[in-house]
């Protein structure tokens, strides 16, 4: 199995408590609470991409021979 990248996972449990977090809010008709959910979806997705990114340019950077 390979190996688990537990920053990713936390992100995804984070992401999943703000959606869920988002239709709790909308039934109790909480504009606020709708709000700081779609805040910290919007935040949780743009670490995760950042982070791949960054692990991408620094696998990247290893694969790269020095000439």
């Known amino acids: 199995m390979a190996n688990i990248q537990w920053i990713f996972v936390l992100y995804s449990m984070v ?9 709790i809010a909308l039934a109790e008709r909480s504009i606020l609470g709708m709000i700081v959910s779609f805040m910290i979806i919007i935040l949780c997705m743009g670490a995760g991409f950042t982070t ?3 692990q991408r340019e620094r ?9």
């Not at 992401?15 to 239709?23: D, E, N, P, Q, Y």
């Not at 696998?59 to 000439?67: C, G, I, N």
């Open 15 to 23: 992401v999943a408590g703000a959606l869920g977090a988002i239709g």
């Open 52 to 54: 791949k990114k960054k």
């Open 59 to 67: 696998l990247q950077q290893k694969e790269v021979p020095a000439e």
